[in-house]
């Protein structure tokens, strides 16, 4: 099975940056994913890790450690927009692949 | 990205109704995944629709409670049967992207509310 951990809730300040962190604990590694999910609305890819290092996208980043079961989702020069949570997803291949999501973060951006 | 469109969006349901979710997608796909969204969580996967035979359920669900069909490759239905309450939730329909590295594209989503 897998265990992902992220934090419940965060906030920042709109023009900042931010750091969404998933720790994870699977016996199959096979990626890991971010999701961005605004309220009301289904949740929309953002990135995926399957090497260790960082993937940068634009504003956004995500970093993967597969020895400490870590990454994280950076957010640079933050928008309102960017006011959604993030979905932390791992798959796991003795689970034919399929991803088991975290709870998500709810990221809020103030001014 | 594939283009997933579901229906209904939203309903209100009878308590012991059982409510049909349509999942229709613009490209043709081995495998469509069924999720549940409650209330202030994150995603669960029901189960994933294959075509030509039957469902592969999760633990925790069973094929009587949601039934479902995937006639074609680019269509699939989910019934939540018998529905109380704790059935209130977002249903998703989901399939992978095209560079197979697991990435999942979702429909918009069903909120069904039973009172």
């Known amino acids: 099975g897998q265990n992902i951990d992220q934090p419940t809730e965060m906030t920042a300040t709109e023009g900042a940056i931010v750091q969404i962190n998933c720790t994870y604990q699977?016996?199959?590694?096979?990626?890991l994913f971010w999701y961005q999910q605004h309220a009301g609305e289904a949740p929309t890819f953002l990135s995926y890790?399957?090497?260790?290092g960082l993937e940068e996208k634009g504003r956004f980043s995500s970093f993967l450690s597969r020895s400490k079961g870590y990454s994280y989702l950076l957010l640079k020069e933050l928008q309102m927009k960017d006011s959604a949570s993030y979905l932390c997803?791992?798959?796991?291949?003795?689970?034919?692949?399929?991803?088991?999501f975290g709870d998500g973060t709810t990221l809020t951006v103030k001014p | 990205s594939a283009v997933i469109s579901q229906k209904p969006s939203r309903d209100i349901c009878q308590r012991g109704t059982s409510l049909t979710i349509q999942c229709q997608v613009d490209s043709q796909v081995t495998m469509m995944f069924w999720y549940r969204q409650q209330p202030g969580q994150s995603l669960t996967l029901i189960a994933t629709a294959n075509q030509g035979s039957e469902a592969t359920y999760e633990s925790g669900f069973v094929i009587d409670k949601f039934p479902i069909s995937r006639p074609n490759l680019t269509f699939s239905t989910l019934t939540v049967s018998n529905m109380s309450p704790e059935d209130s939730s977002i249903y998703l329909c989901s399939v992978e992207g095209e560079a197979n590295t697991g990435e999942l594209f979702f429909g918009e989503g069903s909120r069904l509310t039973v009172l």
């Open positions: 699977t016996s199959g590694f096979n990626g």
């Open positions: 890790n399957v090497l260790d």
């Open positions: 997803a791992v798959s796991d291949n003795t689970n034919a692949g399929k991803s088991t």
